[in-house]
């Protein structure tokens, strides 16, 4: 039996499949994130809200999007923008998916 041995530096980016609810049913993008560790990521969620030196949650996922494919349009943030602004659901869907990623990785079938 072959092992592999654990890497302590992960990959810089990962890729996950993200299912947006539409009116339609659902829309299913694959995101190309890049990895934040947990005190870069706790930082980052830290900034989202309402206030003047806040970030919404295009600017914060576009620190962590670097691409997409499955979408009519190339990845840039006035498209992330548009997309969550088209589909209310969308950023949460996406935080949901790149967290579930980060923390319970590849599972098993």
Same mark, same amino acid.
């Given at each position: 039996?072959?092992?592999?041995?654990?890497?302590? *530096?992960?990959?810089?980016? +990962?890729?996950? *499949?993200?299912?947006?609810?539409?009116?339609?049913?659902?829309?299913?993008?694959?995101? !190309?994130?890049?990895?934040?560790?947990? =005190? *870069?990521?706790?930082?980052?969620?830290?900034?989202?809200?309402?206030?003047? @030196?806040?970030?919404?949650?295009?600017?914060?996922?576009?620190?962590?999007?670097? #691409?997409?494919?499955?979408? #009519?349009? =190339?990845?840039?943030? !006035? $498209?992330?923008?548009?997309?969550? @602004? $088209?589909?209310?659901?969308?950023?949460?869907?996406?935080?949901?998916?790149?967290? =579930?990623?980060? +923390? !319970?990785?590849? *599972?098993?079938?």
């Amino acid at each position: 039996m072959r092992r592999i041995m654990f890497v302590l *530096q992960p990959k810089p980016t +990962f890729q996950a *499949q993200v299912t947006i609810p539409t009116t339609e049913g659902e829309g299913k993008i694959t995101f !190309e994130f890049k990895h934040k560790g947990r =005190k *870069q990521l706790l930082e980052l969620l830290n900034s989202i809200g309402d206030g003047e @030196d806040r970030k919404t949650d295009a600017e914060a996922l576009s620190e962590l999007i670097t #691409d997409w494919h499955g979408v #009519d349009e =190339k990845f840039s943030k !006035e $498209n992330l923008e548009f997309l969550i @602004d $088209n589909y209310p659901a969308a950023a949460k869907v996406i935080f949901d998916t790149y967290n =579930k990623a980060l +923390f !319970e990785g590849r *599972q098993k079938n």
